[in-house]
């Protein structure tokens, strides 16, 4: 089992960055596959950016590609969302996800196991 705590978010404008950084407690972070997912207002969940266990694989939402970038420490047992050139409509709380028992692919699609408590990105105008 892992515990998930993320940490970052914040009000920005729009054009700005944000960095949210995701803490694993528990077992090794690299066991698991992770990733980041978000849910605006009266919204889904939905899928942001996905990272493999070794950090080899990475997959975005089309929404973000090219503006957000995933990585990971396994030493520390952190995974990052860098986020740049903010939109507004990327206000939303951000989840860090993980797990272990599915491919990467699977969560991307399905979801993940373990959730974080969430932070909350709001970007202005």
């Known amino acids: 089992q892992v515990q998930l705590v993320e940490s970052g978010g914040g009000l920005v404008q729009a054009g700005d960055s944000l960095r949210l950084s995701c803490a694993a407690s528990?077992?090794?972070?690299?066991?698991?596959?992770m990733g980041w997912f978000r849910q605006a207002p009266g919204k889904e969940r939905e899928f942001v950016a996905a990272?493999?266990?070794?950090?080899?694989?990475?997959y975005y939402a089309d929404s973000v590609k090219g503006r957000f970038t995933i990585s990971r420490d396994n030493a520390k047992n952190t995974v990052a969302l860098q986020m740049n050139t903010l939109k507004p409509e990327y206000t939303a709380v951000y989840y860090c996800?993980?797990?272990?028992?599915?491919?990467?692919?699977?969560?991307?699609?399905?979801?993940?196991?373990?959730w974080g408590q969430g932070t909350q990105v709001t970007v202005s105008s």
């Open positions: 996800a993980a797990d272990s028992r599915v491919s990467v692919q699977v969560m991307v699609d399905k979801g993940a196991g373990y």
């Open positions: 528990g077992r090794s972070s690299s066991t698991y596959n």
């Open positions: 990272i493999s266990r070794s950090g080899t694989l990475t």
